[in-house]
């Protein structure tokens, strides 16, 4: 069977893309027999990505956040806003919001079948060989297709997250981030209340122990009295692409590219960001074009963000806490901030000797 696009993965990225493309013939296929599954997304994103999702439903954001509580091991620092700062969302109901909406457009949605690559701009799953003009992977962090075409990824941290109902209440508007060298000195670990006794701990490392957690939570002050679920995923470390597109016909998306931010991992805001776009180039028939594009939004912003967050990395990665609680103390917090890291610290750099 032949269509004009094979997009590989059912999650957002593959998932918006296919909604975005509206004259071609698409099929999605996905690995698992539902979408929004397994889950492993922290699920916060800041205002852009939040509107846009909210124009797709406005029940899948269950949760704003006007506050940010940062423990460090240099001290307390917090960060208020008037306007929320950061917004939760419904990942699973995302992800099948999305499926409901590229079927409504008459393309295909496949679950329960893994694909595999074959040569002659085909792929193959457990019940189909199906043949594309153009192909989308958007599989995650360490699909096959990827190591197929461009080899081996080997650098991870794994998210571990649970959600727990609490002994008292929370404070449902404010997020805490809790930075620990010790138990965790590649990243940071978060505390996401879904409302006043239900809370998501979560945090990511090369090597994670479950038992974390109970740290976690001590730290942020927050008794559990029963845990609900347990789940994560990877978050992938390793350079991104410098060019997404491979022998014209294919592109990679996602997590597969990966279209992350460096400092927190999260991937929603790129995936809405340059879903349209790629799904336009798809439309036009001018795919290699994507390129330029992708580096201009994305590549070369990112990289620069990669150079700052190694600094990080190797010193002390809970240093932007205090230059962000002061700068919300001045007034010059926006919730804009969140997802464009590079505007926040070029906004910081004039006030570098009062901040710091």
């Keep these: 069977m032949k269509y004009d696009v094979v997009i590989v993965g ?14 071609l013939d698409v099929v999605v296929l996905e690995e698992h027999f539902r979408v929004g599954i397994p889950k492993h997304c922290a699920g916060l ?3 852009w990505t939040a509107d846009i999702i909210s124009k797709v439903s406005q029940r899948l954001i269950t949760n704003k956040y006007s506050s940010v509580k940062f423990l460090t091991p240099a001290g307390v620092f917090d960060a208020h806003s008037k306007n929320p700062l950061a917004y939760h969302v419904d990942r699973p109901g995302l992800e099948e919001v999305l499926a409901n909406l590229v079927e409504s457009k008459g393309h295909v949605l496949v679950t329960g079948e893994r694909a595999k690559p074959l040569q002659g701009f085909k792929v193959r799953t457990s019940k189909q060989e199906l043949e594309y ?18 080899g081996t990824c080997e650098d991870y ?7 727990a109902r609490t002994k008292s209440p929370l404070d ?6 809790v930075y620990d060298s010790a138990y965790n000195p590649e990243f940071f670990a978060w505390v996401i ?6 809370v998501k701990i979560g945090f990511a490392a090369k090597k994670p122990q479950l038992k974390y957690i109970e740290y976690i939570a001590k730290k942020a002050g927050v008794e559990i009295a029963s845990t609900l679920e347990k789940f994560g995923g990877l978050i992938p470390l390793y350079e991104p692409l410098k060019n997404p597109v491979v022998a014209d016909k294919v592109v990679f998306h996602g997590d597969a590219v990966p279209l992350i931010k460096p400092y927190t991992g999260g991937g929603l805001f790129y995936i809405f960001s340059l879903s349209p776009v790629l799904a336009k180039y798809i439309e036009s028939g001018k795919l290699p074009e994507y390129g330029s594009e ?17 600094i990080f990395r190797r010193t002390r990665y809970f240093l932007p806490a205090k230059p962000v609680s002061r700068m919300s103390k001045l007034g010059l917090l ?18 570098a000797p009062l901040l710091l």
């Design 10 to 23: 059912g999650g957002p990225a593959g998932l918006y893309v296919a909604f975005n493309i509206n004259n």
């Design 157 to 163: 941290i794994l998210g571990i997250q649970v959600v």
């Design 133 to 150: 003009e153009f192909l989308v992977i958007a599989e995650g962090a360490n699909g096959v297709f990827r190591r197929s075409f461009i």
């Design 334 to 351: 926006t919730p804009r901030d969140y997802d464009y890291h590079l505007l926040l610290l070029a906004k910081s750099l004039p006030l």
């Design 45 to 47: 994103v800041g205002k």
């Design 294 to 310: 992708f580096k201009r939004k994305f590549l070369v912003k990112v990289l620069m963000e990669r150079k700052i967050v190694e």
């Design 172 to 177: 449902e508007n404010t997020l805490i981030i």
């Design 193 to 198: 209340p879904l409302d006043s006794t239900l």
